[in-house]
């Protein structure tokens, strides 16, 4: 069963950076998708960022050239730079199992099943 966990998140002033973890156990794909969602209250969770197992990257227009999604062995990262008080929100670590990012819709929460806690990211103007 895989396992996901979350931290790095924070508190930080606009225009600030943040990196954040998530720790992967359980995992036995060798393909795979990976990604980064946040939600803030009264929202539907929003994809932010995901990565394959070829390193193929995406990430949402609103945080695009401020944010870079990187894994290692067991890890996948998010750095976030310049943030903006409207990246306020809980963040989801989560993987698809064996299918790769462009083999399912992989920007939309309900296509993944395995999640973390979440990390909370606070941005204040």
């Known amino acids: 069963q895989v396992q996901l966990v979350e931290s790095g998140g924070g508190s930080v002033q606009a225009g600030g950076s943040l990196r954040l973890s998530c720790q992967v156990s359980?995992?036995?794909?060798?393909?795979?998708?990976m990604g980064w969602f946040r939600q803030d209250p009264g929202n539907e969770r929003e994809w932010v960022a995901n990565?394959?197992?070829?390193?193929v990257r995406n990430y949402a227009d609103s945080v695009k050239d401020r944010f870079t999604i990187s894994k290692e062995k067991n890890s996948m990262y998010l750095h976030m730079n310049n943030l903006k008080p409207e990246d306020n929100g809980m963040y989801y670590c989560t993987t698809g199992g064996w299918r790769r990012c462009r083999w399912f819709n992989s920007q939309m929460w309900d296509s993944f099943t395995s999640w973390g806690q979440g990390t909370q990211v606070t941005v204040s103007s």
């Open positions: 359980g995992f036995i794909y060798a393909t795979y998708c």
């Open positions: 990565i394959d197992s070829d390193d």
